[in-house]
């Protein structure tokens, strides 16, 4: 694997570079294979990303329609619930592009949560034509991070995290009273690329943890991503940056 971090100067910077490389990524996959598989965050920041994809230039680079679309979590509410992380990207981004209705595959909240995180690695496993042995490997996973470290619906100490078999499941969130639906490890591992954006001085002692600490996932979730077989992208701004011991670049090397 590879993990780089990039520090823009405000949130609109760290926005358009994520859409700028978001946009190659995406269109290199759809020449080398045909298609592509993106799944997106949900949360307060990627929501100027999902703008600006739905806008020249971003929106004229990709063949939208090769693209299958999936989310890294969602919360248990219905699709047209202000929470929803499906209703954010449908409203910012999905229904302004050229993407057929089939290729937008949402967590179906409206089950029960074992049953719609069963339904959700199904739906996985039948795009990527994939057997139960097999792990896909998307193109590109888009993850935001949380003040406590977490990534996707991997909250610190919740047994998701040690989940080494299944690709989505339905993981209990004591500190939210709250269940999630979540890709595990096992499918964030196998990215070709993923991609973290975060921004904030909210943020900055957990960005530094991330990428400074000693990996501890079960304290820290965002370390689960320096064992990602693929690309691992870092964009920040500096207020999310502020506290690191480091710039632009490599990684910092953890043990």
């Given at each position: 694997?590879?993990?780089?971090?990039?520090?823009?100067?405000?949130?609109?910077?760290?926005?358009?570079?994520?859409?700028?490389?978001?946009?190659?990524?995406?269109?290199?996959?759809?020449?080398?294979?045909?298609?592509?598989?993106?799944?997106?965050?949900?949360?307060?920041?990627p929501r100027l990303l999902y703008e600006l994809l739905a806008h020249p230039p971003y929106?004229?680079?990709?063949?939208?329609?090769?693209?299958?679309?999936?989310?890294?979590?969602?919360?248990?509410?219905?699709?047209?619930?202000?929470?929803?992380?499906?209703?954010?990207?449908?409203?910012?981004?999905?229904?302004?592009?050229?993407?057929?209705?089939?290729?937008?595959?949402?967590?179906?909240?409206?089950?029960?949560?074992?049953?719609?995180?069963?339904?959700?690695?199904?739906?996985?496993?039948?795009?990527?034509?994939?057997?139960?042995?097999?792990?896909?490997?998307?193109?590109?996973?888009?993850?935001?991070?949380?003040?406590?470290?977490?990534?996707?619906?991997?909250?610190?100490?919740?047994?998701?995290?040690?989940?080494?078999?299944?690709?989505?499941?339905?993981?209990?969130?004591?500190?939210?009273?709250?269940?999630?639906?979540?890709?595990?490890?096992?499918?964030?591992?196998?990215?070709?690329?993923?991609?973290?954006?975060?921004t904030g001085s909210e943020k900055a002692q957990t960005i530094r943890r991330a990428l400074?600490?000693?990996?501890?996932?079960?304290?820290?979730?965002?370390?689960?991503?320096?064992?990602?077989?693929?690309?691992?992208?870092?964009?920040?701004?500096?207020?999310?940056?502020?506290?690191?011991?480091?710039?632009?670049?490599?990684?910092?090397?953890?043990?």
């Amino acid at each position: 694997m590879t993990c780089r971090l990039e520090i823009l100067r405000d949130e609109r910077c760290a926005a358009e570079r994520a859409a700028s490389l978001l946009t190659a990524t995406l269109a290199a996959a759809i020449r080398e294979r045909g298609w592509a598989s993106i799944a997106l965050a949900g949360g307060r920041t990627p929501r100027l990303l999902y703008e600006l994809l739905a806008h020249p230039p971003y929106r004229d680079a990709v063949a939208w329609e090769h693209v299958e679309w999936f989310w890294g979590d969602e919360r248990m509410v219905p699709p047209e619930h202000e929470e929803s992380n499906y209703r954010l990207a449908a409203e910012t981004l999905l229904a302004t592009l050229p993407v057929p209705p089939d290729h937008i595959h949402r967590v179906l909240t409206e089950l029960e949560p074992e049953e719609a995180a069963a339904a959700y690695e199904a739906t996985i496993r039948a795009v990527f034509e994939m057997s139960e042995d097999e792990v896909p490997h998307f193109d590109l996973i888009l993850l935001g991070m949380g003040q406590d470290g977490h990534i996707a619906s991997l909250f610190p100490h919740t047994p998701a995290l040690e989940e080494m078999r299944r690709l989505v499941v339905a993981n209990p969130v004591p500190q939210l009273s709250a269940t999630r639906i979540t890709m595990t490890p096992v499918l964030l591992q196998a990215a070709r690329s993923i991609m973290v954006l975060v921004t904030g001085s909210e943020k900055a002692q957990t960005i530094r943890r991330a990428l400074e600490d000693t990996l501890a996932p079960m304290e820290i979730p965002a370390h689960l991503l320096a064992r990602v077989q693929g690309d691992v992208l870092w964009i920040l701004d500096r207020a999310a940056a502020s506290q690191l011991s480091v710039g632009s670049g490599p990684c910092p090397k953890r043990h």
